[in-house]
């Protein structure tokens, strides 16, 4: 789980990990990110005093400050920010280079990044083009352009 220590974040193994509670409330756990992505879905959390939503692993609301976050669905689709087009990718990537490394925002206002496949070039990826979350084994977010 994740505790806060002296003003760090550190993340524990622990029985409460897996137990019920810990999926459904306290500070976001780094595996149901990935559980959920791998599952086609984004999870983050939401605060439960001023209703913020964020995916960044935190101990207190972004927003608020408030502490009690509770793990919360997150809009699969959005629109494009902002992006650069990575030829040279980490090894685990290397067949889907090249691709865009883009900030998104999720309809809902939450801003994430992830990878764009097969994107050459700008004007394969204008700014505001929609997207939507991929299922994806890999580390990571990858989203695909959709047509709305
Ligand atoms: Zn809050």
Same mark, same amino acid.
């Given at each position: 789980m994740?505790?806060?220590?002296?003003?760090v974040v550190?993340?524990?193994s622990?029985?409460?990990?897996?137990?019920?509670?810990s999926?459904?409330?306290?500070?976001?756990?780094?595996?149901?990110?990935?559980?959920?992505?791998r599952?086609?879905?984004?999870?983050g959390?939401?605060?439960?005093d /001023?209703g913020?939503?964020?995916?960044?692993?935190?101990?207190? /609301?972004?927003k /608020?400050g408030?502490?009690?976050?509770?793990?919360?669905?997150?809009?699969?689709?959005?629109?494009?920010?902002?992006f650069?087009?990575?030829?040279?990718?980490?090894?685990?990537?290397?067949?889907?280079?090249?691709y865009?490394?883009?900030i998104?925002?999720?309809?809902? =206002?939450? +801003?994430i990044?992830? +990878?764009?496949?097969s994107?050459?070039s700008?004007?394969?990826?204008?700014?505001?083009? +929609?997207?939507?979350?991929m299922?994806?084994?890999?580390? =990571?977010?990858?989203?695909?352009?959709?047509?709305?």
């Open positions: 994740w505790e806060l220590q002296g003003g550190l993340y524990t622990s029985q409460d990990h897996n137990s019920e509670k999926t459904n409330e306290g500070p976001l756990l780094t595996p149901e990110i990935s559980k959920s992505v599952e086609g879905r984004l999870v959390y939401q605060c439960l /001023c913020a939503k964020a995916i960044e692993v935190q101990a207190y /609301c972004a /608020c408030s502490s009690k976050l509770r793990i919360a669905k997150l809009e699969s689709r959005g629109k494009v920010l902002a650069t087009i990575q030829a040279v990718s980490p090894k685990e990537f290397k067949n889907d280079a090249p865009a490394w883009s998104i925002e999720l309809d809902g =206002g939450v +801003r990044s992830g +990878r764009i496949a994107i050459r700008p004007h394969d990826l204008p700014i505001g083009q +929609r997207v939507q979350l299922r994806s084994e890999k580390s =990571g977010i990858v989203f695909e352009k959709i047509l709305e």
